[in-house]
T-cell receptor, first 115, second 111 residues
Framework: DAGVIQSPRHEVTEMGQEVTLRCKPI?????LFWYRQTMMRGLELLIYFNNNVPIDDSGMPEDRFSAKMPNASFSTLKIQPSEPRDSAVYFCASSELAGEYNEQFFGPGTRLTVL | QKEVEQNSGPLSVPEGAIASLNCTYSDRVSQSFFWYRQYSGKSPELIMSIYSNGDKEDGRFTAQLNKASQYVSLLIRDSQPSDSATYLCAVKNTGFQKLVFGTGTRLLVSP
């Protein structure tokens, strides 16, 4: 059974460019999470969806960031325009329907470098 | 004060020793606690979860929770070099799906 799939695995871009990160959650999982990990701030939740609906986007740093989930098997995180401080590893995770004990399964991550 | 605090380490232990990793949290309503392991360049993977005060054992791993003191710990018995990784503590509040992570403790197990 395939795990969470993310693409691209690595992205190098120049400041000001648009960046789109993609995620395919585990089939049957109802929750999808986008995280950002940096050395300074650790692993931070940006936004999460339940049944394709955004539930909490309080972690989205600013209007340059947007996320969509058009269907149960696909989500995007877009940064426009990108800035060097956006350089980080971005993880997507998914979990089954609620419960206090639901495990979040992480994808391999996208390492973003903004020059 | 950070919501979830961990000593960044590195914590160095010899092979075969017990590694003790600690985590404190600030929100008293936190109800679920998780330990994730993250190898360098890889994604986090869940190794233990705990919800009730006391100890929970799974193989070489024991999670300990003390809600009154707001701390959770992870013990790794018979540490192996393959246990060398960063260990992330995460907490979740009742009714919410959001996990709040600490910055992690790096563990180094020397042969």
């Amino acid at each position: 059974d395939a795990g969470v799939i993310q693409s691209p695995r690595h992205e190098v871009t120049e400041m000001g460019q648009e960046v789109t990160l993609r995620c395919k959650p585990i089939s049957g999982h109802d929750y999808l999470f986008w995280y950002r990990q940096t050395m300074m701030r650790g692993l931070e939740l940006l936004i999460y969806f339940n049944n394709n609906v955004p539930i909490d986007d309080s972690g989205m740093p600013e209007d340059r960031f947007s996320a969509k989930m058009p269907n149960a098997s696909f989500s995007t995180l877009k940064i426009q325009p990108s800035e060097p401080r956006d350089s980080a590893v971005y993880f997507c995770a998914s979990s089954e329907l609620a419960g206090e004990y639901n495990e979040q399964f992480f994808g391999p991550g996208t390492r973003l470098t903004v020059l | 004060q950070k919501e979830v605090e961990q000593n960044s380490g590195p914590l160095s232990v010899p092979e075969g020793a017990i590694a003790s990793l600690n985590c404190t949290y600030s929100d008293r309503v936190s109800q679920s606690f998780f330990w994730y392991r993250q190898y360098s360049g890889k994604s986090p993977e869940l190794i233990m979860s705990i919800y009730s005060n006391g100890d929970k054992e799974d193989g070489r791993f024991t999670a300990q929770l003390n809600k009154a003191s707001q701390y959770v710990s992870l013990l790794i018995r018979d540490s192996q070099p393959s246990d060398s990784a960063t260990y992330l503590c995460a907490v979740k509040n009742t009714g919410f799906q959001k996990l709040v992570f600490g910055t992690g403790t790096r563990l180094l197990v020397s042969p």
